[in-house]
């Protein structure tokens, strides 16, 4: 399967590149760092909260943005 590497948009193959769908390892791990540093985020969220709470399966939703409370 042939591509453009998402980070400098050189050509690459799956057949031939190990780092697919990036030309190397020096684009992946940039394409890494840029998903660390929040340069990359996903605007919608994943999943809608009410369709799970609906579905009846156990699922653990983490707030990140809070500190942990329970004193285990």
Excluded at 19 to 30: G, V
Aim: aromatic letters at 6%; glycine letters at 2%.
């Amino acid at each position: 399967m042939k591509h453009k590497c998402p980070i400098c948009k050189a050509e690459t193959d799956s057949a031939i590149h190990a780092d697919f769908p990036f030309c190397s390892e020096r684009c992946r791990e940039r394409d890494l760092g840029n998903w660390a540093s929040e340069k990359y985020v996903i605007s919608d969220p994943a999943f809608d909260e009410e369709d799970i709470i609906e579905s009846g399966r156990k699922t653990i939703i983490l707030d990140l943005d809070k500190p942990n409370d329970s004193e285990n």
